[in-house]
């Protein structure tokens, strides 16, 4: 436990990690902006581009590393698929909206790369992919399925090592669009998905700081698995299930820092329901609330990638791997700035430098170090938030999604 600003003590730190939903540019920012009328109108209130309304299941658009360069298309934002071109209105998700409005908004948060999933979540602990720029695709999988350091003869697309000048031509080529994301491509290479880079549970167990991972069975989100030092050791007994997350907060175990994402199918990537997805948030987010640690917690609940969907605001170009198209992030908390937009730039790099910064630890590369530290998001002086205990929704009945990356 370290006091932090005054002296409340922020006891734990939530990641709350989402496979990418749908237009996120219309999560609560622009729509806080725009009357009752617009927002009920199958128009982008910023930019006039055409935006259907989202069905509660949506057809899965491509979100590879590669796609993530084309739809920037160099800042204009301009060349997405024709699927990525929906939202979602308050009706569609109530409560992922109540969230955002009752506690914090990034409305400026990014993807650390272009994506895909497996390598965000990477992200989320390492501040780095290790130059990988994909998971695992037909062909690949070695034994069939994705073991990642289990299988040696996995194979994923990485990008080489490289000099001054060659990275310095693939950073031009990223702001090309289409045609410059081709040029990348050439240089894709073939390598076992079985890195050893410093992740922050390394940090946190030298500092004697508790951690988990609570993990649902998603077979593109196993980031640790990964991470060689940590599958082969008793590191990897830190990685368990949600379920564990909820025995944890009624025995009093919860540890000070944890990562917890969803199964697939409610983890609300496509072509899975938004409003699973949407209620399985609920239920653990009202425990966590019912419970004795809601007083010293902060979760930042976040999607890991744009998921193919269409946005109007560019992200920066800070390196060769991104950032990539902007994600909803609502930070929750008893001291976050309720009603709060916060319009800094932020990625999950900057949920790692919060981390460090609570805890006093090193960071891990340069993208966490320069990241912003999420404060001001937060009000350590305000009297505390209520819980805001939720209703799950009845959802409509749907195919047992069959995801397509």
């Given at each position: 436990?370290?006091?932090?600003?005054?002296?409340v003590?922020?006891?734990?730190?939530?990641?709350?990690?989402?496979?990418?939903?749908?237009a996120?540019?219309?999560?609560?920012?622009?729509?806080?902006?725009?009357?009752?009328?617009?927002q009920?109108?199958?128009?982008?209130?910023?930019?006039?581009?055409?935006?259907?309304?989202?069905?509660?299941?949506?057809?899965?658009?491509?979100h590879?590393?590669?796609?993530?360069i084309?739809?920037?298309?160099?800042?204009?934002?301009?060349?997405?698929?024709?699927?990525?071109?929906?939202?979602?209105?308050?009706?569609?998700?109530?409560?992922?909206?109540?969230?955002?409005?009752?506690?914090?908004?990034?409305?400026?948060?990014?993807?650390?790369?272009?994506?895909?999933?497996?390598?965000?979540?990477?992200?989320t602990?390492?501040?780095?992919?290790?130059?990988?720029?994909?998971?695992?695709?037909?062909g690949?999988?070695?034994?069939?399925r994705?073991?990642?350091?289990?299988?040696?003869?996995?194979?994923?697309?990485?990008?080489?090592?490289?000099?001054?000048?060659?990275?310095?031509?693939?950073?031009?080529?990223?702001?090309?669009?289409?045609?410059?994301?081709a040029q990348?491509?050439?240089?894709?290479?073939?390598?076992?998905?079985?890195?050893?880079?410093?992740?922050?549970?390394?940090?946190?167990?030298?500092?004697?700081?508790?951690?988990?991972?609570?993990?649902g069975?998603?077979?593109?989100?196993?980031?640790?698995?990964?991470?060689?030092?940590?599958?082969f050791?008793?590191?990897?007994d830190?990685?368990v299930?949600p379920?564990?997350?909820?025995?944890?907060?009624?025995?009093?175990?919860?540890?000070?820092?944890?990562?917890?994402?969803?199964?697939?199918a409610?983890s609300?990537?496509?072509?899975?329901?938004?409003?699973?997805?949407?209620?399985?948030?609920?239920?653990?987010?009202n425990?966590?609330?019912?419970?004795?640690?809601?007083?010293s917690?902060a979760?930042?609940?976040?999607?890991?990638?744009?998921g193919?969907?269409y946005?109007?605001?560019?992200?920066?170009?800070?390196?060769?791997?991104?950032?990539?198209?902007?994600?909803?992030?609502?930070?929750?908390?008893p001291?976050?700035?309720?009603?709060?937009?916060?319009?800094?730039?932020?990625?999950?790099?900057?949920?790692?430098?919060?981390?460090?910064?609570?805890?006093?630890?090193?960071?891990?590369?340069?993208?966490?170090a320069?990241?912003?530290?999420?404060?001001?998001?937060?009000?350590?002086?305000?009297?505390?938030?209520?819980?805001?205990?939720?209703?799950?929704?009845?959802?409509?009945?749907?195919?047992?999604?069959?995801?397509?990356e």
């Open positions: 436990m370290k006091s932090w600003i005054t002296s003590a922020v006891a734990a730190i939530l990641l709350v990690c989402r496979p990418a939903a749908a996120p540019s219309q999560y609560a920012a622009e729509a806080r902006e725009v009357t009752e009328y617009l009920q109108t199958f128009w982008d209130a910023k930019t006039g581009v055409y935006m259907k309304s989202a069905k509660d299941r949506t057809p899965d658009a491509g590879s590393f590669a796609d993530g084309t739809v920037i298309d160099g800042g204009k934002m301009d060349c997405f698929a024709p699927d990525g071109y929906v939202q979602y209105h308050r009706a569609d998700i109530p409560n992922y909206w109540r969230y955002a409005a009752h506690f914090a908004l990034a409305d400026h948060f990014f993807s650390s790369i272009y994506g895909p999933t497996g390598v965000e979540h990477l992200w602990f390492a501040s780095q992919s290790d130059r990988f720029v994909d998971h695992e695709r037909p690949q999988f070695g034994t069939g994705r073991e990642f350091c289990d299988d040696p003869t996995e194979l994923a697309f990485s990008l080489p090592l490289l000099d001054r000048a060659g990275q310095e031509q693939l950073y031009q080529w990223e702001n090309q669009g289409a045609s410059g994301a990348v491509e050439r240089f894709y290479r073939p390598r076992w998905p079985c890195t050893n880079v410093p992740v922050l549970p390394d940090h946190l167990d030298a500092a004697g700081i508790s951690w988990k991972e609570y993990r069975a998603n077979e593109w989100v196993q980031p640790l698995r990964m991470v060689k030092h940590v599958r050791s008793s590191m990897y830190n990685v299930t379920e564990d997350f909820l025995h944890d907060l009624n025995a009093g175990t919860l540890p000070a820092v944890s990562w917890l994402t969803p199964p697939f409610q609300d990537h496509p072509p899975t329901s938004m409003c699973l997805g949407e209620n399985w948030t609920v239920q653990y987010l425990a966590l609330m019912q419970s004795r640690y809601w007083k917690t979760v930042v609940l976040t999607w890991d990638d744009f193919g969907f946005d109007h605001v560019a992200p920066p170009h800070v390196d060769l791997y991104g950032d990539g198209p902007r994600v909803p992030a609502i930070v929750i908390s001291y976050a700035r309720p009603g709060f937009v916060d319009d800094t730039t932020l990625e999950f790099a900057s949920v790692l430098r919060f981390i460090e910064t609570i805890f006093d630890v090193p960071p891990l590369t340069s993208r966490d320069n990241a912003d530290d999420m404060l001001e998001a937060f009000d350590f002086s305000q009297p505390p938030i209520r819980p805001l205990i939720l209703k799950q929704r009845s959802c409509p009945a749907g195919p047992t999604p069959q995801p397509q």
